[in-house]
């Protein structure tokens, strides 16, 4: 009998296990669900060149044509609605059933919401469809307010001064990119974007909000101001999307728990992407909304589909969690792992270009790098940083050099 493998979700994870299961050989069924219509597409553009470019077009991670070299079936336009693991079998909104042999979750997260806004129907920003309706409105505004200084936000605030419009950005947490890493990292991302002009309400929430007849927003915040603004947009984190899943044993409170080679307590199923909380380290589930990770969990969970199958052994997570943002001329890229405590070492500081990398340390650890426009040097200390290099050695030996000077 065929053995059919399930994708539930139309992002990219979805993309690259269908194709890495083809890559390995398997010539079973596989069906992608996907509530999006259309082929699948790449996200990060969307705050970025889709905001800016005159003419942009949806970007694409595939075409027609190689969907149909993979002989993969894609049910697009419709959401799964339930799974039951019992008779393993997904449930369609249409009332169509999906049996499977294998099922992967990889319906990604979704913006999360904020109430206090719902009156005055800000922008959030996930799909094509948000990115074409931010588009328009920031390209004919003059002020921007951004509920959110995380990655998201930031490049919002960035792509929106580079159109011109004034921003002003407001988040509760005491610095930006507070969820990412420490104050050493927060600090210069801040000093760029008030170079910038970007104006900033951090350790602040908002209080109200209200629309006038002309379609201006005023927001009243905890720090007893008041902002006008003529596009909102809320940039303030995303949450798992797990509805579907109410009651089959797999949604946790924030996202789908797996082993580290994807595998949620079902050996049938599996989770990858912005929806999965793996275990990276024994007994450290962690749950990463990062382009990257999608790519790198879904190649570990083909990698084990075909594996349970065939009876080899199964595979864990190794790769390093890495995340970039484009913000002005800057591509800010952290390889490893940064905690809210972290400090960050200088490796590399270039004054006339601007251009450093530095190390975050934790006691004789290094568990991350940071890079400001050095993605070459970034890449070169993966090695080092798999292999666990204590600081005094790393900095002696210095990997990042060779690749400036070659
Ligand atoms: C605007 C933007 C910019 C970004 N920029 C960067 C960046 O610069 N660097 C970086 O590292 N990361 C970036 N990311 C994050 C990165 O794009 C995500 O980590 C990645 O898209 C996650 O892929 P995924 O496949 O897990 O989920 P998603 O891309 O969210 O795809 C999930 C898909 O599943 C569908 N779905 C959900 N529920 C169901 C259901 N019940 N039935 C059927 N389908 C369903 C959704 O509609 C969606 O199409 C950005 C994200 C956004 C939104």
Redesign the pocket.
């Known amino acids: 009998m065929n053995a059919h493998t399930v994708i539930?979700?139309?992002?990219?994870?979805?993309?690259?296990l269908a194709e890495r299961l083809r890559r390995a050989g398997d010539e079973d069924p596989i069906t992608i669900?996907?509530?999006?219509t259309g082929l699948?597409y790449?996200?990060?553009?969307?705050?970025?060149s889709v905001l800016l470019d005159t003419e942009p077009k949806r970007p694409d991670l595939t075409t027609a044509a190689a969907l149909e070299d993979l002989a993969v079936r894609v049910i697009d336009g419709?959401?799964?609605?339930r799974l039951d693991r019992a008779h393993r079998h997904v449930e369609?909104?249409s009332g169509e059933r999906l049996p499977y042999e294998d099922l992967v979750i990889?319906?990604?997260?979704?913006?999360r919401r904020l109430p206090v806004l719902d009156g005055v129907n800000p922008h959030y920003?996930?799909?094509w469809t948000?990115?074409l309706a931010l588009r328009k409105a920031v390209r004919g505004a003059a002020r921007v307010g951004i509920v959110g200084a995380g990655?998201?936000g930031l490049?919002?605030a960035a792509t929106s001064r580079a159109l011109g419009c004034e921003v002003v950005v407001i988040d509760t947490a005491p610095r930006v990119l507070a969820r990412l890493g420490g104050q050493d990292l927060s600090d210069p991302v801040l000093a760029l974007h008030r170079d910038h002009g970007v104006r900033f309400h951090l350790d602040t929430g908002i209080e109200a909000a209200s629309r006038d007849a002309n379609g201006a927003i005023t927001l009243r915040l905890t720090d007893g101001t008041e902002r006008a603004v003529d596009v909102l947009v809320v940039a303030a984190g995303?949450v798992p999307?797990t509805?579907?899943l109410e009651n089959s044993g797999l949604a946790g409170h924030d996202g789908v728990e797996t082993d580290g080679g994807c595998r949620t307590i079902d050996d049938r199923v599996y989770a990858?992407?912005?929806?999965?909380r793996v275990e990276r380290h024994p007994g450290r589930h962690q749950r990463?909304?990062?382009?990257?990770?999608?790519s790198d969990?879904?190649t570990i969970a083909a990698r084990n589909i075909l594996a349970r199958r065939r009876g080899e052994d199964l595979s864990t997570l190794t790769e390093l969690p890495?995340?970039?943002?484009?913000q002005y001329d800057v591509k800010l890229q952290i390889l490893g792992r940064l905690d809210a405590d972290s400090r960050l070492l200088p490796a590399v500081d270039d004054p006339e270009t601007g251009r450093w990398l530095r190390l975050a340390a934790r006691g004789q650890e290094v568990t991350g790098v940071v890079g400001w426009n050095m993605p070459a040097a970034v890449n070169r200390c993966r090695a080092a940083l798999m292999a666990a290099t204590p600081v005094h050695e790393l900095l002696e030996t210095a990997p990042w050099e060779r690749k400036i000077r070659g």
């Open positions: 539930v979700g139309g992002g990219i994870s979805s993309i690259r669900v996907s509530e999006e699948v790449d996200r990060p553009p969307l705050s970025k419709r959401r799964a609605v369609l909104e990889a319906t990604g997260s979704r913006p920003l996930r799909t948000d990115a990655v998201l490049e919002i995303a999307v509805d579907w990858i992407g912005d929806v999965a990463l909304e990062h382009w990257t990770n999608a969990t879904a890495y995340v970039w943002s484009d």
